[in-house]
């Protein structure tokens, strides 16, 4: 009998090992951050088609679980994927094939690399985007003289970082047939001594860039393919693109379809009258990689271009308070219309007149709008008076906290002392629902949701500037700010069963770092780059 102890030993492994259930890869020795709701820390998890398992220690999943692979993770840490919820994914890879204008230190430093730009490229037109006269010496707008001189017959149309304002030299003016004469609903051409100086405010930046060629389908392609590289180079694995039309939506559907692009894309589809009855008809989209439930309204412009609505004029420009991009009774026609759908809004609003406007209508809609998740993204400044509505009307606040570390410098000059102290008020938006979702702005703002995280915490700028943190009172925890580019951001979009946390169930997105998110110095976390970045199970960096 003795002899027959091996062998039962042998068949008794060999049962268990049948027992086990098979999973793809188990990943272990980490710290795993799973962001639930008590941020439980654990040590291990399995993969199955893309999916997760089952999280616990190494030695209770090897019990229950035989995995084909088997990562040790080195004590780093893990978190979700990361999610961006409001940028603009295709703008971003738009902008890399253009001049880029980020950084220049006046105009004349512009039209300098617009010269070099328009060297190396084999086109009869330029286009680029990120100057900011905020930043140079004067902080005036441009005029377009030296563009004039050093483009007298090639149209040029440089967009503001914002993309709410851009300039143009008169070769593109003339195309677009624009004089001292035109007159256009939610936008302005700048003049000065009975000249059009050829800047361009919001809506009047649209008749410029409709005049240029379009991208062809090969610098489509290949504007989304960059800026997914990007993007997985700084560990996002899904995005919320805040403004396309139809054939982009289904440009990157066939893309994903055909593996070329493999980030999530939450498309909030740009809202126009044919948008919306395309759409109606249509009906959300939901796939494993694209969905497609929302509409973006712009209410107003920009506070850097002062093309925000403010309920009482610019303390810098007394005479202007800015203008609405979308007229009260569109608005309200837009809104009615997806009350009566299945459909999420998500508008714009910047200035405290817009969001007032915009919190009034959809209170006018009904209390049916309670639940639906309606987002007004920035949300940059809004009365004290109005804050509370979010609450009580069960809107959803989309802030991005890098816009208050770049507008510190001069938005104190745009609204004055007093009313500076209801912008930018991010804790105090997270307390009228208990949660916010976190975005950049891309490519208004630079990709790294690292940056987010670090301006929300610390509401300083890269230098450590200022020392206290700007309005420090209107700072995230680091929970807070995680859970904003997490399961919040997934939660904006009404993904939080399918991602957002590391859960069994969810997709295996998830991304490595030698950094812990919630503990290490906010500069060293700045500066973060991941390590391995996997997306359904499949590592994609």
């Known amino acids: 009998m003795k002899s027959l102890t091996p062998i039962f030993c042998l068949l008794f492994v060999l049962y268990s090992c049948m027992q086990k259930q098979k999973v793809d890869a188990l990943y272990y020795n980490g710290h795993i951050q799973t962001m639930d709701s008590v941020l439980n820390e654990t040590e291990a998890f399995v993969v199955k088609d893309g999916k997760i398992v089952e999280l616990g220690t190494q030695k209770e999943l090897l019990n229950k679980f035989k995995a084909d692979t088997q990562v040790n993770l080195n004590q780093l840490y893990v978190y979700p994927g990361l999610i961006d919820a409001h940028c603009h994914f295709y703008g971003l890879g738009l902008f890399m094939q253009r001049v880029d204008l980020t950084g220049t230190r006046d105009f004349k430093e512009a039209v300098s690399l617009c010269m070099k730009f328009y060297a190396r490229q084999q086109k009869n037109y330029l286009l680029g985007r990120g100057w900011d006269q905020n930043k140079w010496p004067d902080k005036a707008f441009p005029t377009n003289e030296e563009l004039n001189n050093a483009f007298p017959d090639v149209p040029v149309l440089l967009k503001r970082v914002d993309g709410h304002a851009a300039i143009a030299n008169d070769c593109a003016l003339n195309l677009a047939h624009l004089n001292i004469q035109t007159k256009i609903d939610g936008g302005e051409l700048i003049q000065q001594n009975g000249k059009l100086t050829g800047v361009l405010i919001d809506n009047a930046v649209d008749l410029v860039e409709n005049i240029m060629p379009k991208p062809s389908l090969k610098e489509k392609i290949k504007a989304l393919m960059e800026a997914q590289s990007q993007c997985f180079d700084y560990g996002l694995t899904s995005v919320q693109d805040a403004g396309l039309d139809p054939d982009l939506i289904e440009l990157i559907d066939s893309l994903q379809t055909l593996g070329i692009i493999k980030i999530r894309v939450n498309a909030m589809v740009s809202l126009t009258p044919a948008n919306l009855e395309y759409y109606l008809k249509k009906g959300i989209i939901i796939k494993d990689r694209l969905q497609v439930n929302s509409f973006k309204m712009y209410g107003d412009g920009s506070l850097g271009s002062r093309g925000a609505c403010l309920l009482k004029p610019y303390h810098d420009l007394p005479e202007h308070s800015g203008f609405l991009l979308t007229s009260i009774p569109d608005m309200e026609l837009f809104i009615n219309k997806l009350a009566n759908s299945r459909f999420q809004l998500n508008t714009?609003?910047?200035?405290?007149?817009?969001?007032?406007?915009?919190?009034?209508?959809?209170?006018?809609?009904?209390?049916?709008?309670?639940?639906?998740?309606?987002?007004?993204?920035?949300?940059?400044?809004?009365?004290?008076?109005?804050?509370?509505?979010?609450?009580?009307?069960?809107?959803?606040?989309?802030?991005?906290?890098?816009?208050?570390?770049?507008?510190?410098?001069?938005?104190?000059?745009?609204?004055?002392?007093?009313?500076?102290?209801?912008?930018?008020?991010?804790?105090?938006?997270?307390?009228?629902?208990?949660?916010?979702?976190?975005?950049?702005?891309?490519?208004?703002?630079?990709?790294?949701?690292?940056?987010?995280?670090?301006?929300?915490?610390?509401?300083?700028?890269?230098?450590?500037?200022?020392?206290?943190?700007?309005?420090?009172?209107?700072?995230?925890?680091?929970?807070?700010?995680?859970?904003?580019?997490?399961?919040?951001?997934?939660?904006?979009?009404?993904?939080?069963?399918?991602?957002?946390?590391?859960?069994a169930g969810k997709f295996a997105d998830f991304v490595v770092l030698d950094v812990n998110l919630l503990k290490d110095d906010l500069h060293k976390i700045r500066n973060a780059k991941p390590l391995a970045v996997y997306l359904n199970g499949v590592k994609v960096k």
């Open 348 to 503: 714009h609003a910047i200035g405290d007149s817009t969001n007032r406007i915009i919190l009034e209508l959809i209170a006018k809609a009904g209390p049916k709008m309670k639940d639906r998740r309606w987002r007004i993204e920035h949300a940059q400044v809004v009365d004290p008076i109005d804050r509370v509505r979010f609450g009580a009307l069960g809107i959803v606040p989309s802030v991005q906290p890098t816009h208050a570390t770049s507008d510190m410098y001069w938005a104190e000059e745009r609204l004055g002392a007093a009313r500076l102290q209801n912008a930018y008020a991010y804790k105090s938006l997270l307390n009228q629902l208990g949660w916010l979702p976190l975005g950049t702005d891309f490519p208004v703002e630079a990709v790294s949701p690292f940056y987010t995280l670090d301006a929300a915490v610390s509401r300083k700028d890269a230098n450590g500037f200022p020392l206290i943190g700007f309005q420090i009172k209107e700072a995230l925890t680091r929970e807070e700010a995680l859970k904003g580019m997490t399961i919040w951001a997934a939660m904006a979009a009404f993904e939080e069963a399918k991602k957002g946390s590391l859960a």
